[in-house]
């Protein structure tokens, strides 16, 4: 099983709400990633977890908060959003946390905030 | 920290084959440079990755000249399938640059 997958597909809130999103993989990788990316635009890493620990967080605002409940699972907690963070947020992860290794992305929640 | 500069876009037709030529100067000793394919709505898909002179897989091949300071993806016959985003990453920071747009026509 080579996939990473993430729900929902595709989201939509308001700026008052508090949702989560979840990305999951089954083929034993030890690093995950959040990654941010806007229309026409390259993907922007946001975070990183290596080993269940968050090794890397890119000066990401608060309002966005990563948890990485066990070494499959990786949540994408999401609070008092703008508008300006509606975006294609893409999930990825790899053997480890070195360049060496290729990352697996997911297909992605595209996220609407209104 | 490794900066990437690629072409933004590119045109081809089907059946040709298309080099994509990416430009990182500062490029650090241990640096590899890695590929990826992304099609609209989709996650990155990874292509391929060298260190130094050429890498082959069953999708591309990678050139890397002695001095490092540039790659080139080529793309054997390419198909309409093939219209994507490319791009070039080095090093361990895992940005992504610009990225190339190629649009393959019939």
């Known amino acids: 099983d080579t996939e990473v997958t993430q729900t929902p597909k595709h989201l939509v809130m308001g700026m008052t709400n508090k949702k989560s999103l979840k990305c999951e993989q089954h083929m034993g990788h030890r690093a995950m990633y959040w990654y941010k990316q806007k229309a026409k635009k390259p993907p922007e890493l946001m975070f990183v977890?290596?080993?269940?620990?968050?090794?890397i967080n890119e000066s990401v605002p608060s309002r966005f908060s990563p948890e990485c409940p066990n070494s499959s699972l990786l949540n994408l907690h999401l609070h008092a959003l703008q508008p300006e963070d509606s975006a294609l947020y893409l999930c990825a992860s790899s053997r480890g946390d070195r360049e060496a290794y290729e990352q697996y992305f997911g297909p992605g929640t595209r996220l609407t905030v209104t | 920290l490794a900066k990437t500069t690629q072409p933004i876009s590119m045109d081809s037709y089907e059946g040709q084959e298309v080099n994509i030529t990416c430009s990182h100067n500062n490029i650090a000793t241990n640096d590899y440079i890695t590929w990826y394919q992304q099609f609209p709505s989709q996650g990155p898909r990874f292509i391929i990755q060298?260190?130094?002179t050429k890498v082959t897989n069953e999708v591309a091949s990678l050139f890397i000249p002695a001095d490092r300071k540039s790659s080139t993806l080529s793309l054997p016959r390419v198909s309409l399938s093939d219209t994507a985003v490319y791009y070039c990453?080095?090093?361990?920071?895992?940005?992504f640059g610009q990225g190339t747009e190629l649009s393959v026509k019939p």
């Open positions: 990453l080095v090093g361990g920071k895992l940005i």
């Open positions: 977890y290596s080993y269940e620990k968050l090794s």
């Open positions: 060298g260190y130094k």
